[in-house]
């Protein structure tokens, strides 16, 4: 069993910033890939950024390429997604998620949620 607790959220104006942190509970977090999805209301899970288990790989949404990065520390289980020029269109419920394999960004191939974190940019 994995735990996974994201933080950082918030309420912030177009154009600024945020760190999102998930810790992860499990000492085997290093063993494999991490990423972040969100959901905006009435909108489907979208992905947002993954990282392989060694942090020396990266995959990104069209929507967020350049201005996000996703990155993790394995010594503390826990990956970040820093986040700027923030959109309103960037407005979700931002989740963190571990994969199964050392690197996916499928969906279904991401088998432990946090409970999200709220992202609320306003213009």
């Known amino acids: 069993q994995v735990q996974l607790v994201e933080s950082g959220g918030g309420l912030v104006q177009a154009g600024d910033s945020l760190r999102l942190s998930c810790a992860a509970s499990?000492?085997?977090?290093?063993?494999?890939?991490m990423g972040w999805f969100r959901q905006a209301p009435g909108k489907e899970n979208e992905f947002v950024a993954a990282?392989?288990?060694?942090?020396?790989?990266?995959q990104y949404a069209n929507s967020v390429k350049g201005r996000f990065t996703i990155s993790r520390d394995n010594a503390k289980n826990t990956v970040y997604l820093q986040m700027n020029s923030l959109k309103p269109e960037d407005t979700a419920v931002y989740y963190c998620?571990?994969?199964?394999?050392?690197?996916?960004?499928?969906?279904?191939?991401?088998?432990?949620w946090g409970q999200g974190t709220q992202v609320t940019v306003s213009s």
């Open positions: 998620a571990k994969s199964n394999q050392l690197f996916s960004s499928e969906y279904a191939k991401f088998d432990y």
């Open positions: 499990r000492r085997t977090f290093g063993n494999f890939a």
């Open positions: 990282i392989n288990w060694s942090g020396t790989s990266t």
